[in-house]
């Protein structure tokens, strides 16, 4: 059972605005910052979003992330069909002392 | 441009070792500003953080896998890998390798370049 949840499945159309959500506690979303993953079938995974807010180079603007206490979120804005992927968040767990993976959230385009 | 790429067995018999390699290329595996490590991704699961190497000697592994798991660098090859061993269904996977950035206390930590992946199947 992973120590953060998101939901299984997220949809919307083209042009449209989605929102993942990510709820941790405070051994790790609460004191260390999250990050978040793409992963596409066939392909190296992705880092979408790094320490909460920040965009890696190449990744477009319309990928944004947010945090606040133990929730963070990917907002997805102008959907493409190209977005029709998993997205994983992930941050340092102090507890376990380990890395730790969501679920992951399929979104549909 | 930094690169990796996994390579190894596909198939490996239960209760044996499975044993992967990943070759770095654009950097050095004895840059102690990275850490590399290992995930995987079994079939219809999430991925799950395995266990990282920094600077050749600084290891961590995943509680759940740390008395199977060995993560080591070679500086003569720029590589580095993965021994899981007395594997068993359970361990079928896509295994990916990648560089991580992380900070001395993890207040960040996130990996930013990544391999391909490669599918390993215990039976």
């Known amino acids: 059972q992973s120590l953060l949840t998101q939901p299984p499945s997220a949809s919307g159309t083209p042009g449209q605005r989605v929102t993942i959500s990510c709820s941790g506690r405070k051994s790790n979303i609460g004191g260390n910052t999250v990050n978040w993953y793409q992963l596409l079938p066939g392909t190296a995974p992705r880092l979408l979003i790094k320490s909460d807010t920040q965009r890696p180079s190449g990744v477009p603007d319309r990928f944004s992330g947010s945090k606040s206490g133990t929730s963070a979120s990917l907002d997805i804005s102008g959907l493409q069909s190209e977005d029709e992927a998993e997205y994983y968040c992930a941050a340092w767990d102090d507890s376990l002392d380990a890395y730790v993976f969501g679920p992951g959230t399929k979104v549909a385009v | 441009q930094v690169q990796l790429q996994e390579s190894g067995p596909g198939r490996v018999k239960p209760s044996e070792t499975l044993s992967l390699r990943c070759t770095v290329s654009?950097?050095?595996?004895?840059?102690?500003?990275?850490?590399w490590g290992w995930i995987r991704q079994a079939p219809g699961k999430g991925l799950e953080w395995i266990g990282s190497?920094?600077?050749?000697?600084?290891?961590e592994y995943n509680p759940s896998l740390k008395s199977r798991v060995t993560v080591s660098a070679d500086t003569s090859t720029n590589q580095f890998s993965l021994e899981l061993s007395s594997v068993t269904a359970a361990d079928t996977a896509v295994y990916y390798c990648?560089?991580?950035?992380?900070?001395?206390?993890?207040?960040?930590?996130?990996?930013?370049?990544w391999g391909k992946g490669t599918t390993v199947t215990v039976s």
């Open positions: 990648a560089r991580s950035v992380c900070s001395e206390n993890r207040y960040y930590c996130y990996m930013d370049v």
């Open positions: 654009g950097t050095s595996v004895d840059n102690s500003n990275y850490f």
């Open positions: 190497v920094r600077y050749i000697v600084r290891r």
